[in-house]
């Protein structure tokens, strides 16, 4: 590779051949590792650097950004002399170093050159902006439902014909109303909606003579003041509805509709949202499909809560996975089936797309021959949505992970009271499935058999949990390293298998022992707190760690992709800040606490 300084790209095209000479001569060509830092706050550059390989990562005034090869780091502080950033090397870095006696002549000689540098400040600091409005936005999802537009409530009765209750509304320039009704002697409330007013049209009965009551519909959600508007966010993506009711205690206080929610939000979510539902082929779900990970982004960049970030992408992720599931496969075998998601998918903690983990339950009695074609088309379709095959063919190609109801039943018995090794993980992934499509009913069997045939089942679940054990922690001399690392070496930490793993499946045993439907880790903790079988204290340690572990995980993935590496869960700790490695220090004293409640729970050291 030349070390000639390249003046290809901005602003150093800008230069005349004399200028470029001038630069030539003072350019010093540096090479350094990964983690070295290029530039400190508080500190008062006298050199630009340009890189010519490798990847450094600029943290300033909050905000993160990857640099690449031909980029400047960092005309800012130059320009000021005074550094608001930290510039730190993700990888082996070869770049040059220009004195800023000559940058500044340069600036001011040749007028052009100027610009160009000026313009690209401008750009960034507009970029950032972005971010900022972004966040402000994004922080908006935090308020309540009271505090946001809420559309008073206008009744009226069921009995009233249709033609009246249109006039009513155009009187009062709105589209819906709230119908009151009895039915079996008890008062009912339901919403009469203008797209109800395009079905009622197509009733045998006219309109003038046609009870409001007999095209209203009485299923309505509803939700507290007092919930988040994120949670009015995931109760319209998850009900596929454009309203929802909103109460204090028992009182209907307003409605809340999509339209409003969204003038409080950015809309991206609602966009990805819409095109599910309106996609008709493959190729037009796969679209929406590819825009998550930058909703993950921006959710991420705006400095949202990384439980949130995890419930949000888990709805869109049900969403693409039953709106795909009925393109591909015959109305009657979703109706005679149940399409499952597992592992952190089922329990809504994963965020970027690792892998497929899926299984179908088919109601018994039931056969279709497109069943296998089916399958094998959903899995070819996730590949292109960007989640990869599983490593352990957990998928719904695979017969073990689609069966009748009756034979999956006896397959759970199997992996309780058999000797196959690998029982014990695959009802541990099942025990987090969660129904995407079909009939949730044909889940909820298998599982209350599950738990049922758990029961006594102590030494199993015993042996389950030994799998806590499955991942050995590092050496005890990188453990009292770990705060202080300055190895040059490149040492890593598994995110996964030493950090969420032992909580995930501690608190997995637990619920399966203590027959808990809960799903999610953090809701299988609480519930076991308010069971008094964990202390609350430890909880609360647990709950702050998975979190802290997801958070970690998340920025290292997008920090891979920015690097164009494949996602992993290995982190280099010398890409982690003091502080990152103060909290992971903590988090594993807490992750081995949990260790030895459950080793001593389970007598693993029996």
Known sequence: MSNAFSFERAPFN????????????????VRLAAGDHMLLPNSAPQYLWVLQTGHAQLDEDGHVHVLTTGEAVSWRALLTQHSHA???????????????????????????FSARVFATMASNLADDEDINHNRELLSLMLLRVKDAYLQKPFYVDGQLDLVSVCKRLSEKKLTNALVRDTQDGGERIGMFTTTDLRDALLHPTPPARLAVREVTRFDLISLSSDAELFDALLIMLRHRVHRVLVKDGDAIVGILSQLDLMSFMSNHSHLITLQVEQAHTVAELQVAALQVDDTIKLLQRGGMRIEIISRLVSELNSQIFARLWALLAPPELVQNSCLLVMGSEGRSEQILKTDQDNALLLRDGYAN?????????????????????????????????????????????????????????????????????????????????????????????????????????????????????????????????????????????????????????????????????????????????????MT??????????SLGQAISNLVELSSLGTLDRDQLTDALGIIRQFKQFLRLHYRLEA
């Open 14 to 29: 800008e230069l005349s051949a004399t200028e470029q000479t001038q630069v030539r001569e003072v350019a010093l060509h």
């Open 86 to 112: 930290t510039v730190t090397t993700l990888d082996e870095v070869c770049a040059w170093q220009l004195p800023k006696a000559t940058m500044m002549a340069l600036l001011g000689d040749n007028p052009r």
């Open 369 to 549: 021959p497109n069943l296998e074609e089916a399958t094998r088309q959903f899995s070819a379709a996730l590949l292109t949505f960007g989640y990869p095959p599983c490593p352990g063919n957990i998928m719904v190609t695979n017969p073990l992970w689609c069966q009748s109801l009756a034979a999956f039943r006896q397959t759970i018995g199997q992996w309780l009271y058999g000797a196959d090794a690998e029982g014990k993980m695959n009802l541990a992934i099942f025990m987090d499935a969660r129904a995407v499509a079909g009939d949730a009913a044909l889940l909820a069997n298998a599982r209350d058999y599950a738990l049922k045939l758990a029961i006594g089942s102590d030494t199993f679940i015993g042996r389950m949990a030994s799998a806590i054990d499955q991942f050995a922690e590092p050496a005890s001399g990188w453990w009292q390293r770990l705060p202080l690392l300055h190895s040059r070496e490149p040492e890593t930490f598994d995110l996964k298998k030493i950090g969420t793993f032992p909580i995930v499946h501690g608190a997995r045993a637990l619920a399966l022992e203590y027959r808990l439907e809960a799903l999610g880790t953090v809701e299988r903790l609480q519930a076991l707190a308010n069971r008094q079988i964990l202390p609350m204290a430890l909880v609360r340690d647990l709950v702050e760690t998975l979190h802290m572990m």
């Open 552 to 561: 970690l995980k998340l920025r290292n993935n997008l920090r891979q992709i």
